[in-house]
C-alpha cells in the first residue's frame, strides 16, 4: 500500500508491504549520481546476505539509539563527506525510529542538506518515520538537538519486522496502542480484541497502516508542533524521563506515559478512564509496570522539565484527555504534578 | 536603514546604521520568554563596559573561526540546554561572520530551530548575514555541515567597525568588492575610484548597503543555491582552499579567488579583464597576492574537489565571467583547471 502526504510542497510517499524494499528503492536511486547506505549493524548482520546483499560498501552503524549522539554521527558524516558525497546524492538509511533519527539529520545538515529516503526495520519506526522530525539526544534529554526535514520517500519493508526481538515488538506496539487511542474509541476497540491473547506482529499490519494515516493527518495539520501535532505526544512527557532514566525501549516507556496520563486526565479532568482494565492488558503483556511504582518522582520531575514542549516555567505541558475523546495540553504546576505522580505510585 | 527581505513568507530586516543595537534589540525581545546572547569573546572584551553593557550573562564564545566546529558549538549548545532555553526562546548571535555562521546553525537545530537575531560586528559579516546560511567546519572542508536558517532579523551597528584591525577590513573589503562587481561595472568603477588611495571604513557605507541588495536580490532569486545564487561565489572556489590551506581571512583570500577567476575567464571565455590592474590594487592596499605565486596546485586541486558545488566528478564547477557583464557557471576538468592555475603562478 501506498500512502502520500499532502503538504503544500515537497510531498513523498510512504510505500508498506512485504518484500519491497529492493524494487521501490530502484524507482528512486536512479535519480542520483551516487547512493549511500546508512544501516544499523544489527539490521545489517541479520540481513546482509539476503535481504541487503544488492548493497555495496554500505556504512554500517552503531545499534540503535546509541547512534543518536554526536561523536557516533560525526564520524559518520565525516565518512560521507570523504567519500565524496555531493548535493545531489542520495542517503538511504535503513534501520529502526534511532537510526532514521539520527540518519535523517545527518541528511538535513551535511552539505546544507542532501535528498535521503527512511527504510524503516521496526515496529516502532512506524511512527518515528512519519512527520519529518529528525534528531539526536543532548546531555540534557533525548532529540533536544535536531531538524524538522522531510525524507524523499519511506520504504516500509513489513518483512524486517519478521526478526525483531519481542522486547522490540512490545515497544513498537506501544505507538500502535497510542495511535488506536488518538484515532478513535471503536479502533482502539478492535486492537485491544485482536491482541487480546498476544501481540502477534502478522496481525498488526492494518492497525499500522491506520497508525501511519492518523499520524499523518495530525501532522499535516500541523508541521511545526504549534499546535494539534502535540497531542502525538500522548503519554511521551513522561515517557522521555522514564526511559532515559530506567533505559527501557521507548515504546515501552510511552505504555507506562499513557496510564500516567489517562490517570491524570482522571484527576484533573474527572474522565472516567478505567486504568486497571490498562494496567491489567500492559501487565499481561510483559510491559514494566512495576516501574511506575518504583520510580524517582523527584528524577521524573527534573527530566521532564527539561522537555521541548514546555512553554512557561515552573509549568509542564502536559498531553492529557478533556474527555473521553478530545485531547487537550495543560500547563501542570510542577508541585501539583510531582504530588499526582507521587499517588499514582501508590495507585499501581 | 532597514532593508526589508522578500521571500514568499518569514521575512525579516535587515536594519543598518550607527548605533542601533539596543533600541532595535527592544522591539524584537519582548515578543520572547527569555533572551540568549552568543558573543564572540574578542568583541565582547572589547564592548563590555559600553555598548554591550546592558547584557546579562552572555555565553562568550571562542572568537572568530575557532568557534565553527563541533566541539566548541556542542559546548555552547549544551549550555543553552542546560540554561533552560525553550522553543520561544530567542537567541542573539553577536560576532563577525564565523560567529554568525555557528550561532545561526545553533539555533537552527537546538530544540530543532529556535529564533535568532544576528548583529554582525565585522565588515565581511555584511556578506554571511545576508542569505539564511548557516554552518560549521568538517574535517574534510569549511562550511560543509550547517543548514538553510533565517534569522528574525539582521541588526548591523556599524559603529563595530571602528574596532576592526586592518586585516579584516581588507578581508570585509573582499566582499565589498565582489558584490560591486556583480552588481554592475559602473558601480566597481566607483568603488575602486573611492578607495584608490586607501581603504577608509567610513566611506564603506553606501557600498556596504548596496552589497546588501545586491546579494538580497540575488539570495531571492535562488534560496536554496540551484541557480543564480552560484554567482555568488565568484571568487570563492580557491578561495576556500587558500583559507584552508594558508590560514588567511577568508576575504582576502577571495580577493585572490577573483584575480584566478578573472584569469580562467580570460583564458576559456576570451574576456578581456585587464589582470595587471586588479592586481595592483590589490598589492598596493595590502593583499598577499604573492601567495598566487607560491600556491600549491596539486593541494588546492585537492581542496577544491571537496567544493559542495561540484556535481561531476573530475570536474570543478568554476564561477567565471562569459562577458564582461555576465556570469557562468562552467565545470571545468580538473587537469585542465590545474594547468591553468599553474600558468597563473608564472603570470603573478
Given at each position: 500500500m501506498d500512502i502520500s502526504t499532502a503538504y503544500k510542497d515537497n510531498n513523498y510517499k510512504i510505500h508498506v508491504a512485504r518484500d519491497i524494499l529492493r524494487d521501490r528503492l530502484e524507482t528512486y536511486t536512479g535519480r542520483y549520481e551516487s547512493v549511500y547506505y546508512i544501516i544499523d549493524e544489527n539490521v545489517y548482520d541479520i540481513?546482509?546476505?539476503?535481504?541487503?546483499?544488492?548493497?555495496?560498501?554500505p556504512l554500517v552503524v552503531t545499534g540503535?539509539?546509541?547512534?543518536?549522539?554526536v561523536s557516533p554521527l560525526m564520524h559518520t558524516m565525516e565518512e560521507l563527506l570523504a567519500s565524496g558525497i555531493k548535493r545531489n546524492s542520495l542517503i538511504v538509511v535503513i534501520g529502526g525510529g534511532a537510526t532514521g533519527d539520527a540518519g535523517g539529520f545527518i541528511a538535513s545538515i551535511v552539505l546544507r542538506g542532501v535528498d535521503y529516503i527512511h527504510v524503516p526495520?521496526?515496529?516502532?519506526a512506524h511512527d518515528s518515520a512519519i512527520g519529518g522530525k529528525t534528531a539526536i539526544n543532548s546531555e540534557h534529554g533525548k532529540n533536544l538537538i535536531g531538524a524538522f526535514y522531510r525524507p524523499k520517500a519511506v520504504i516500509y519493508d513489513l518483512e524486517f519486522l519478521d526478526s525483531l526481538p519481542e522486547s522490540e515488538v512490545l515497544s513498537g506496539f506501544g505507538e500502535v496502542y497510542k495511535h488506536a487511542m488518538l484515532n478513535s474509541p471503536g479502533l482502539f476497540e478492535e486492537l485491544v480484541q485482536a491482541t487480546s491473547d498476544s501481540i502477534d506482529v502478522s496481525m498488526l499490519p492494518p492497525f499500522i497502516i491506520k497508525g501511519i494515516e492518523t499520524k499523518m493527518k495530525i501532522v499535516l495539520e500541523d508541521e511545526h508542533e504549534?499546535?494539534?501535532?502535540?497531542?502525538?505526544?500522548l503519554g511521551h512527557t513522561l515517557a522521555h524521563a522514564v526511559e532515559y532514566k530506567y533505559k527501557i525501549p521507548h515504546g515501552q516507556a510511552v505504555m507506562l506515559g499513557i496510564i500516567a496520563a489517562l490517570y491524570i486526565s482522571n484527576e484533573l479532568n474527572g474522565t472516567d478512564f478505567n486504568l486497571d482494565e490498562h494496567i491489567g492488558y500492559m501487565s499481561r503483556h510483559g510491559?514494566?509496570?512495576?516501574l511506575l511504582r518504583e520510580m524517582d518522582t523527584g528524577e521524573m520531575m527534573q527530566l521532564m522539565m527539561k522537555d521541548k514542549k514546555n512553554h512557561r516555567n515552573d509549568y509542564i505541558s502536559y498531553i492529557v484527555?478533556?474527555?473521553?475523546q478530545t485531547l487537550e495540553v495543560k500547563d501542570i504546576n510542577t508541585a501539583n504534578l510531582e504530588k499526582i505522580l507521587k499517588a499514582l505510585k501508590e495507585r499501581i
Open positions: 540481513y546482509k546476505e539476503t535481504k541487503l546483499s544488492f548493497i555495496k560498501s540503535g539509539e546509541s547512534f543518536k549522539y526495520t521496526t515496529l516502532l504549534s499546535g494539534s501535532r502535540k497531542f502525538l505526544n510491559y514494566p509496570v512495576n484527555f478533556k474527555d473521553k
